[in-house]
Structure formats: C-alpha cells, structure tokens
Nanobody
Framework: QVQLVESGGGLVQAGDSLRLSCAASGRTFRSTAMGWFRQAPGKEREFVASISWNGASTGYANSVRGRFTISRDNVKNTVYLQMNSLKPEDTAVYYC???????????????????WGQGTQVTVSS
C-alpha cells in the first residue's frame, strides 16, 4: 500500500499560482496511477486530475483543464499539481490518491483509488 503526504497549500489571491506536492512511500508508487481530488465546504469530493503510472496519460476535470497540470517524478516518488490562474471557486481541501490497481492509466472515479493523503487546504481570495 502507498502512504501519501500532501503539501503546498495556502492562502493566495485570485490569479495566483500554487504547486501542490504529494510525497509517496511504498514500493508500488512507480507502477500506480495517481489522482488529485478536492472537497469544498458543504460539497462532495470531486475529481480534479489523474495521471497514469508512467506519466504518459493525464486527465482533468473541465473546471480546471487549461489551468492545472498534473505531473509525477517516479525517482522522487512524488506527484505534483501545478495550479495557475486560481479562482475563488478553487477553494477546497485537496487530496492526493493512489489507484487500487497497478499499471492503470488513471481514473475519474474516487472508488478506483484506495490510498488517500490527509489533504492540504487551498484558499483563494477574490
């Protein structure tokens, strides 16, 4: 199983950028698709982005496509979420997740992810 620790959240203004990091431990990271999800107060958790085990395939929610970029470094066992042109509606707790199956191309569905980090708060002021 993969253990995950997110970092990089904070308070920024609309239009600013942030980069979230998710450090993973465990031997299976390099063969595991990863994802980022977020949950705003009073709302359900929603998909943000995912990346395949080898980084060749990525997917994004419509609300962040063109502004956010997911990437991974399989040497550093870390997945990143670069967030540009942030909007107040991006305010949420952001969670990193590892897919249940190895060698998958990624997924939009939270049920396909079996390991989760503790989350990092991102607050965007207008």
């Amino acid at each position: 199983q993969v253990q995950l620790v997110e970092s990089g959240g904070g308070l920024v203004q609309a239009g600013d950028s942030l980069r979230l990091s998710c450090a993973a431990s465990g031997r299976t990271f390099r063969s595991t698709a990863m994802g980022w999800f977020r949950q705003a107060p009073g709302k359900e958790r929603e998909f943000v982005a995912s990346i395949s085990w080898n980084g060749a395939s990525t997917g994004y929610a419509n609300s962040v496509r063109g502004r956010f970029t997911i990437s991974r470094d399989n040497v550093k066992n870390t997945v990143y979420l670069q967030m540009n042109s942030l909007k107040p509606e991006d305010t949420a707790v952001y969670y990193c997740a590892a897919a249940r199956r190895t060698f998958s191309s990624g997924s939009y569905y939270s049920d396909d992810f079996g390991s989760w980090g503790q989350g990092t708060q991102v607050t965007v002021s207008s």
